[in-house]
């Protein structure tokens, strides 16, 4: 074992703080991150307060992790020390089920293990996250970052990247689509960008007329304000795919109604209550209203060589970690272009 500092919430209502605890060295298939850039989720927010009512205390937030290789286990080839390395979402899964052996770990029937707020799949033990200045990984689980991408901008692809990129893939947008991306948000951005990239007709809908301008930075080939009626009837039954990264309560029948026959709209966002869905959205055209759940391993590693042949990376903002409560704060106000990345170079002085 060795000592890790991080910051971690104690309770519901205690903000972070400085936390010291343990991680177990490298066993033969590990590898140990020396932690550079952690990207900061809503979902960090929603765990450190409890708001799924699942959070194990101490809680150690982050799962977009990017940084050094610091030490290997003696079967591991794939990783050296000094090498860039990542982590996301998950940290193990049983490996055996259906899902696992097709590569899908993300829907592990048993559950995965996630990269913080475990439980581990033999020992039942919490897991720390990214929020700390090292992480210990089985090699399975840990993914190789394209040299060329600037690492702070890389670690939202390892959840909101991973987000966007497995349904764009899994429904085979391409050349010749007209895909809709409803939100422009830390999700929203990289559809856009991943969509644009994948070669589709981009189209973002937005409450917002004030992003119409970043949108098309992003990729957008077109911006529809959707609490403009007339805006959104123009659109109507033309889209191939639409990709929703909303969290907040929204009339979902609307976005619905601008599929064609047979094509599909995929949920990524999560709002907080149900979303009232009319069948005759569906019913009418034989449409269909689909989730989706980040990316397996491969995928995901797939996701992020894609970034590096086509340069993408997320819009960020840095901060140092004791400015967490902050960055919560303001994240809950969507005041944030796009992701918040902490600098874990300020950590030590900061516990």
């Known amino acids: 074992m060795f000592q890790c500092i991080g910051y971690a919430a104690q309770e519901a209502t205690a903000p972070l703080a400085p936390f010291s605890f343990e991680r177990r060295d490298p ?14 989720c809503h979902s960090d ?5 409890n708001e799924w009512q699942n959070t194990n205390y101490p809680c150690v937030p982050g799962h977009e992790i990017v940084g050094r290789v610091k030490r290997v286990g003696a079967n591991v080839t794939t990783f050296m020390e000094g090498d860039l390395a990542g982590v996301g979402c998950m940290v193990d899964s049983c490996r055996e089920c259906s899902s696992c052996r097709d590569g899908l770990e993300q829907y592990c029937e048993p559950g995965f293990t996630a990269t913080y707020n475990g439980p581990e799949q033999k020992t039942g033990a919490n897991t720390y996250g990214g929020y700390s200045s090292h992480i210990v990984v089985d090699k ?6 394209p040299e060329n ?7 939202p692809l390892l959840c909101a990247g991973i987000t966007t990129f497995s349904p764009l893939r899994h429904w085979k947008v391409g050349p010749g689509h007209k895909i809709g991306i409803v939100g422009l948000g830390g999700l929203g951005h990289m559809g856009v960008r991943l969509a644009h990239a994948m070669g589709a007709h981009v189209v973002l809908f937005t409450t917002s007329p004030g992003k119409e301008a970043d949108a098309k930075r992003l990729g957008a080939d077109e911006v529809v304000i959707s609490k403009d009626p007339e805006a959104m009837a123009a659109q109507a039954e033309s889209f191939d795919f639409i990709l929703d990264t909303v969290a907040a309560q929204h009339d979902i029948n609307a976005y619905l109604g601008l599929l064609k026959r047979d094509c599909t709209l995929v949920q990524v966002g999560a709002p907080e209550k149900p979303l009232d869905v009319a069948v005759f959205s569906v019913i009418w055209r034989r449409r269909n209203f689909a989730g989706s759940l980040i990316g397996g391993i491969a995928e995901t590693q797939e996701m992020l060589d894609f970034c590096g042949k086509h340069g993408i990376t997320a819009d960020i903002e840095m901060i140092p970690i004791d400015q967490i409560e902050s960055a919560y704060a303001r994240m809950q106000k969507s005041d944030v272009k796009y992701r918040f990345v902490i600098d874990m170079a300020s950590l030590p002085t900061a516990a």
């Open 149 to 155: 991408l600037d690492l702070a901008g890389v670690a």
């Open 45 to 49: 927010l929603h765990q450190a307060r």
């Open 140 to 145: 399975h689980f840990v993914l190789r970052i």
């Open 27 to 40: 066993g033969p298939n590990d590898v140990e991150i020396e932690i550079v850039y952690c990207g900061v």
